[in-house]
Structure formats: C-alpha cells, structure tokens
T-cell receptor
Framework: SQTIHQWPATLVQPVGSPLSLECTVEGTSNPNLYWYRQAAGRGLQLLFYSVGIGQISSEVPQNLSASRPQDRQFILSSKKLLLSDSGFYLC??????????????FGPGTRLLVL | TQLLEQSPQFLSIQEGENLTVYCNSSSVFSSLQWYRQEPGEGPVLLVTVVTGGEVKKLKRLTFQFGDARKDSSLHITAAQPGDTGLYLCAGESTRSEKLVFGKGTKLTVNP
C-alpha cells in the first residue's frame, strides 16, 4: 500500500531563517507530487506541483521554492522566511491519469509558525 | 480563474440533526471531489462525482453533482460527533486538470 510522510510535524522558525520541509512517498512510482499551503484551517492553496524528477511548476510567486531530487521525494524550501509564510503545509501525491481523473492523497502536514 | 464557493463557512448543530453544505461555482468542472479534514491532519477523500446530476451515497452522507457540473451538495443525515471536521470540495479544472479547492465548511456536531 502507498504511504506519504512529511516532516517535521511542527516547526517554529524566526523571521529570516531558512526552511526545508520534506515529503516522501512509498509504494508507488513516478507519482505527481504537490505542495499546498492552508491558512488558519481554511482552503488549500496550490504552491508547486511536479510530474517528474527535476520538473517543478510554480503556481504562486513567493519566496518559496521546491525541488524533486528523487522520484518520490519532494522538498519545499525558503532562503529567508517571512511572517506571512506561517501556515499548514500539505504534501500530496497522485497517480498520473492522462485526460482522466486524478485522486490526490494527502500527507499529515507540517505546521509552520514564523515568529 | 475557476473558483469554488462553499457555504456555510461554519455550521454548529446538535447530534441527530440533518444538514446540507454547498459548493458553487460559475465555472464547469470535469469532476468534483469532497474531502474531510480533521484538525492537524491532511484532508481525506470522501467521494468523487463525475457525471452531471450524479448522486452518490456513503452511509449517512449523500453527495450530488449539479446537472451543469457547476455545483455540488453534501447532505448528512442524523449527524454524529464523529462527523465534526472541515469539509472541502475540490473541482478538477477543465483547463489544467489540477484541483481547485474551496475554503471549506467547518462543521461541529455537539453531543
């Protein structure tokens, strides 16, 4: 069966510090991978998605970046955090379905607080 | 930009009551999904509806996709405290095949 892991679960960082959040998927190959941010328990905002190693698409301009160094590893980074980067970060995966429906499966999330 | 509006934003009811939450858009979606999210966890998929007018039932939950594939509703019968959570709808964009999420309805069922 497939599983998705995120760490850390909770992170408190000062403004201006760097960030690295990691997401890994087990039990599937060549998944589509996604990073979302959710503010105050509300809707999900798509930040990045990836259809393969080294292939990253950015949905929202910001001081965050994403990388996919391995097939089932997705990393969210920042060189200098802002207060507005606080939120709940969710990683998700899906099986690519050309022209069809994809179901996304979410990880447990990382709660980031920037002070 | 395709947007999904969910209503109500917050709903607090007593155990045993029935409720309906809505997900509306001016845009057509290829499909629509409903997720439930508990505090501190990721969303979990409940159902996917694909065909206009489609109705799906999951125990006490009934999901309907509008005939024009622009809106959807979730009806819960005899709500229980375990139904408490954030209910999110997500539409598959006809333009990009990516999911567009609504802001959710936060449901609290009091015992």
């Amino acid at each position: 069966s497939q599983t998705i892991h995120q760490w850390p679960a909770t992170l408190v960082q000062p403004v201006g510090s760097p960030l690295s959040l990691e997401c890994t998927v087990e039990g599937t190959s060549n998944p589509n991978l996604y990073w979302y941010r959710q503010a105050a328990g509300r809707g999900l905002q798509l930040l990045f998605y990836s259809v393969g190693i080294g292939q990253i698409s950015s949905e929202v301009p910001q001081n965050l970046s994403a990388s996919r160094p391995q097939d089932r590893q997705f990393i969210l980074s920042s060189k200098k955090l802002l207060l507005s980067d606080s939120g709940f970060y969710l990683c998700a995966w899906s099986v690519p379905a050309r022209g069809g429906l994809e179901t996304q499966y979410f990880g447990p999330g990382t709660r980031l607080l920037v002070l | 930009t395709q947007l999904l509006e969910q209503s109500p934003q917050f709903l607090s009811i007593q155990e045993g009551e029935n409720l309906t939450v809505y997900c509306n858009s001016s845009s057509v979606f290829s499909s629509l999904q409903w997720y439930r999210q508990e505090p501190g966890e990721g969303p979990v998929l409940l159902v996917t509806v694909v065909t206009g007018g489609e109705v799906k039932k999951l125990k006490r939950l009934t999901f309907q996709f509008g005939d024009a594939r622009k809106d959807s509703s979730l009806h819960i019968t005899a709500a229980q405290p375990g139904d408490t959570g954030l209910y999110l709808c997500a539409g598959e964009s006809t333009r990009s095949e990516k999911l567009v999420f609504g802001k959710g309805t936060k449901l609290t069922v009091n015992p």
